[in-house]
């Protein structure tokens, strides 16, 4: 654990992250206070997936230099991942409830074709499509999570990486590999329901008697564990030759290729690792969000990741945490209603409608006058105390 | 002999013309009542000659008066024998309306008025002669309405009346309605086979819509299952249970439904026989609790078959045994398979040509689609293209081009004058917001190409949000004028819309007006200048900040005209341009960066290759997309600086 002693920002990061942790469940329903309500204990917790998320981001872009405009696809994939676990379990038990009632028990053939019926009726299938296989396991779900958004960055990067496709070009193909995928679960043949995508997602099957308190709590550590996990992994990785070898190829591709390094094997593997990482936050983060639909994975997500790198600052892995976890607290907190309207005479300032502006007028800021982002106020903090 | 014969028909001619400006003056109740008897009792083998002679008058007023005859509203006044019609049956007196103008003539008890009945026959017979009236309507909208009734409801009686009138209609809509009519009722009355093939045969290469209907019927089939074949039936085809159209457990459900074999039982049935027969927690000898696989409730039932308690089911042999013992058959309607063969070939003739045209079509479509995506990209073809910078508010520009012509539009009532205004406006808007753009954002970040991505991102959903503020979320009407509202239409397969050809146009007047302007001017060469050497074209005494600012608004500019002919088919709301920057920077990239002709070859093949997709899949557009999109990413793989690729120099790196 030398990473500990080497990397301050690691300490600093697990301390802020650990007191963070306690003293949301010191304030939560559940095992504390009630200061914070359920609802914004999953918020807190959807946050740290976002984190999560842009840590990933971070590491593609900030440290290997590969603009991605198509890493909230592989979130989403983890999400329906753990969706289709999720919604099988809750949806049998509800009917083998309901057909428990009958003179003659049910065979697993009748479960299996009326929870089919239940979950796709809404589509207007009664049958089980392929990709729901796995969707009575637990562990095959847990597995595809991380097999299957990993399988698409491994064959993606493989692909775009091997023809040499790079910069904005690159951008522009993961973007258009983003809109391909929410298209095509926008249809409503192709097996996740369409466009009312996955449903019901906070009921965990099993733990119908714990409360939505508890179980948002349990979310919440299981958030913060796996970011401050990431954190970790994220440091030692950048820290050792490794890191320095796709700081390498951020900063200038030919020459390290020149120097005898296999470039595109490098970047393959941090894109497909930051695949999966992404696949993972989104299984996090759905079931505390509690519905996923393809518009989730709209191009547009993937563009949000990107820039709350670039306001946190990227090339630092803290920067792309406060990024993440600014930008989308201010953003639930201005659109959910809540920030009081600013009286201007007979102009009234709401928020809901004017934080989008807002927002885009700060993103040109950040990038204008701030290039190392939020990030950078640290840097100045950081000199300060040392001189 | 001649001279008689010409004085005679010349004479005979005279009178014709001369009937009707007479019966003009006289009125209708005059001219009924020279027919009075005839009308008042008819008989069905008299009343035509009375018909005859009512329809050589060719009075306006005749059609009312046959159809009420027909449907028996007409009545007679016992008094005078006078032709009325009554206001309300049920009404005490009766109030008695003139046949002509329709005021009243006077009142009369239920018994002094006498109601005109024909008899089916007659009723034929006026019908026939009000076909005939309406056939020969002045208004083609009539005629046509009456051809519709025909084919409707087509009797053997109008065979002669549609033989005339092909010979004398002059409208070709009518006449190729006409031309199909007259077939179908051959077809459908003739005695002779031969002139119902022949009738069938008239229709060959005919791709109307209502020529396939009229094969289609001849060729109308049911299905059946018999032990043998029957010897006089005109079989389509013979089909074998379990296999293309007719799926073994469908075989079998005609079996049973046909009283032929016993039923099976299915799951569901088989649970409610067992939850009838539980006796003591046991069914069959068999635990309830133990009835959850379906082993167990096929020896519960099997025991409740033996004794006497259910139905036995047959096995799969058994199913096998009588769907082997029986013929499955569709069979035609219609009795002759000589007619049926003919049908069958001239069809096949009718659908290929149909196929092709259909080809065309599609062809057509993917061009204009290709027109669009071509439109939508033009302007990036040049801000990303020639200049390398990724302006994320190119859907915004569209936008805002679209707004511009609904504004214009409230302001300026015609339609046509507005899009004219619009089109001009729109560009000097968008070129003023992109020059004003390039000079406050992105000629800092020239040299950060990336991050030019997230600034424009941000002016993005900015500019959205504003838009949304000012017009609110839903669509605004863009409505283009009434000579681009149409469609050309060709035949019963191929039609385009006129936008989609102003569109096409549009789209061929911006390439050359760009490739000219690119290649052929003095401001070309310097943009093409700058971008490639910006030191170089600065120490040749051109200056790079003002070309770059032109450039960057002459693309802006492209993107809001192409934006109101956009807005002109496609919803005008505020994030309309986020459906559009995607697949603009696709075209772009595809086409290959850098120079405009690549943008055409590009959008061209994206178009295309979404409507060939869509080609197999009609009804299934996002699918459609996706598989172009997923196209797209395979083909960067193996070209990723796109169709036309710069070489040399002008690649830059």
């Known amino acids: 654990m030398s990473i500990f002693t080497q990397n301050r920002s690691v300490r600093i990061f697990i301390g802020i992250l650990v007191l963070f942790t306690l003293g949301v469940t010191v304030m939560s329903e559940a095992y504390g206070t009630g200061a914070i309500s359920v609802s914004f204990t999953k918020v807190l917790g959807m946050t740290l997936c976002l984190c999560l998320a842009a840590l990933a981001m971070d590491l593609v872009w900030g440290y290997c230099g590969i603009l991605s405009l198509g890493h909230f696809a592989f979130f989403g994939l983890g999400g329906y991942g753990i969706g289709m676990w999720l919604m099988t379990a809750r949806t049998e038990a509800v009917v083998r409830a309901n057909l428990a009632g009958g003179v003659i028990p049910p ?35 847990l597995v595809l999570i991380v097999a299957v958004p990993g399988l698409l960055a491994l064959v993606f990067g493989w692909l775009a990486f091997r023809s040499r496709v790079t910069g904005v ?14 298209l095509y679960l926008f249809q409503n043949d192709t097996g996740l329901r369409g466009n009312n995508g996955l449903s019901g997602l906070q009921n965990i099957p099993g733990a119908e008697a714990i409360g939505q308190d508890r179980i948002s709590i349990w979310f919440f550590w299981a958030s913060a564990v796996a970011l401050g996990l990431a954190y970790v992994a994220a440091a030692w990785l950048i820290s050792s030759k490794f890191g320095n070898i796709i700081r390498g190829i951020r900063d200038d591709e030919q020459r390290v290729r020149f120097l005898g390094y296999r470039v595109e094997s490098y970047k393959l593997f941090v894109f497909t690792l930051t695949g999966i990482l992404c696949g993972i936050a989104g299984a996090l983060y759905y079931p505390q969000a509690g519905i996923i639909n393809p518009d989730e994975i709209a191009p547009i997500a993937s563009i949000y990741l990107a820039v709350w790198v670039a306001i946190g600052g990227r090339g630092r892995l803290y920067g792309a945490v406060i990024g993440a976890a600014v930008v989308s607290l ?20 709401e928020w809901v409608d004017w934080w989008p502006v807002l927002l885009g007028l700060g993103f040109v800021l950040v990038t204008l006058f701030a290039p190392k982002g939020l990030g950078g106020l640290v840097d100045y903090v950081v000199r300060k105390d040392r001189a | 002999m001649h001279l008689l014969r010409r004085i005679a028909m010349s004479l005979a001619i005279s009178v014709f013309l001369m009937a009707p400006a007479h019966a003009q003056d006289a009125s209708l109740q005059d001219i009924l009542q020279t027919h009075a008897e ?7 083998r008299t009343v035509g000659e009375t018909l005859d002679a009512l329809v050589a008058t060719g009075h306006p007023d005749l059609p009312e008066f046959l159809t009420r005859w027909q449907s028996r509203e007409a009545w007679q006044r016992d008094a005078d024998g006078l032709f ?25 008890g239920s018994r002094e008025v006498t109601q005109l009945r024909p008899n089916g026959g007659v009723r034929r017979v006026i019908g026939g002669a009000l076909v005939q009236f309406q056939l020969g309507a002045e208004d083609p909208a009539a005629r046509l309405d009456a051809l519709e009734a025909i084919g409707n409801d087509p009797d053997e009686s109008h065979l002669p009346l549609i033989e005339a009138r092909l010979e004398v209609e002059e409208d070709p ?25 022949a009738a069938i045969q008239t229709l060959d290469g005919n791709v109307s819509l209502d020529a396939r209907a009229t094969l289609n019927r001849v060729l109308a089939t049911r299905r059946f299952v018999g032990a043998e074949l029957p010897a006089d039936t005109n079989v389509a085809a013979i089909l074998s249970p379990g296999t293309g159209p007719l799926p073994r457990d469908e075989a079998y459900a005609m079996l049973v439904s046909a009283e032929l074999a016993p039923a099976r039982i299915s799951r569901e049935d088989q649970r409610a026989v067992l939850a009838a027969n539980v006796v003591e927690g046991r069914v069959g000898g068999v635990p309830v609790a133990t009835l959850n696989t379906e082993a167990a409730r096929d020896t519960a039932y099997a025991a409740l078959v033996a004794e006497g308690l259910a139905e036995p089911i047959p096995t799969e042999a058994d199913v096998d045994a009588a769907l082997a013992a029986h013929v499955f058959f569709d069979a035609y309607s219609e009795p002759s398979s000589i007619v049926t063969e003919a049908a069958r070939a001239t069809l096949d003739n009718i659908e290929t040509r149909v196929g092709a045209y259909r080809f065309f079509d599609l062809s057509l479509d993917g061009i204009s689609l290709a027109s669009i995506y071509f439109l939508a990209a ?23 081009g679209a707004y511009t012509g609904y504004v214009v539009q409230t302001l300026i009532a015609d339609y046509t004058l507005s899009i004219a205004v619009a089109l001009p406006l729109a560009f000097l808007v968008t070129f003023a917001l992109g020059v004003l753009m390039e000079r406050s954002v992105i000629r800092w970040l020239y040299h950060r190409p990336l991050e030019t991505l997230l600034a424009t991102f941000g002016i993005s959903i900015a500019l959205q949000q504003i838009v949304r503020q000012i017009f609110g979320t839903q669509a605004r009407p863009f409505t283009p004028p009434d000579w681009l509202a149409g469609s050309v239409t060709i035949n019963d397969v191929i039609s385009i819309s006129s936008i989609r050809i102003a569109i096409f146009l549009l789209g061929v007047i911006f390439f050359i007006a760009l490739w000219l ?6 401001l070309g060469l310097e943009v093409r200048a700058v971008t490639q050497n910006p030191a170089m074209a600065a120490s040749m005494g051109i200056n790079p900040d003002r070309i770059n600012m032109l450039t960057f608004g002459l693309g802006s500019g492209i993107a809001g005209i192409a934006g109101v002919a956009i807005g002109l088919f496609a919803q005008v709301v505020p994030d309309m341009g986020s459906n559009y920057i995607v697949q603009s920077f696709m075209t772009v990239v595809v086409g290959g960066v850098g120079n405009v002709f690549g943008t055409l070859v590009g959008a061209s093949m994206i178009g295309g290759l979404q409507k060939s997709i869509e080609w197999f899949n009609p009804t299934n557009t996002l699918a459609a997309q996706t598989y172009m999109i997923l196209f797209v990413i395979l083909f960067i793989q193996f070209r990723p600086r796109g169709i036309i690729a710069l070489r040399g120099r002008a690649a830059g790196d």
């Open chain 1, 169 to 182: 070009y690159l951008s522009i193909l993961t973007q258009a590999m983003t809109l391909a995928l929410s």
């Open chain 2, 173 to 197: 809509a009518i006449h190729a309605r006409l031309d199909v009519l007259l077939p179908a009722l051959l077809i459908a009355f003739a005695e002779d086979d031969a002139d119902r093939v």
């Open chain 2, 517 to 522: 302007i690119l290649n052929r001017t003095r």
């Open chain 2, 38 to 44: 005839e009308i008042a009792d008819p008989s069905r």
């Open chain 1, 330 to 349: 201010l953003s639930t907190y201005f659109t959910g209603g809540r920030a009081p309207d600013i009286a201007l005479g007979a102009f009234r300032i």
């Open chain 1, 107 to 141: 065979t697993e053939a009748e479960v299996s074709q009326a929870t089919a019926l239940q979950i796709f009726s809404v589509v207007g299938a009664e049958d089980w499509p392929w990709m729901w296989a796995a969707s009575d396991s637990l562990f095959l779900s």
């Open chain 2, 378 to 400: 033009i302007g990036l073809a040049i801000t990303f293209g020639v200049m390398g910078v990724i302006n994320m508010a190119h859907g915004e520009f569209i936008m805002i």
């Open chain 2, 84 to 108: 009325v019609y009554i206001e309300d049956e049920d009404a005490d007196p009766l109030v008695l309306l003139d046949i002509s103008t329709g005021e009243t003539v006077g009142e009369a």
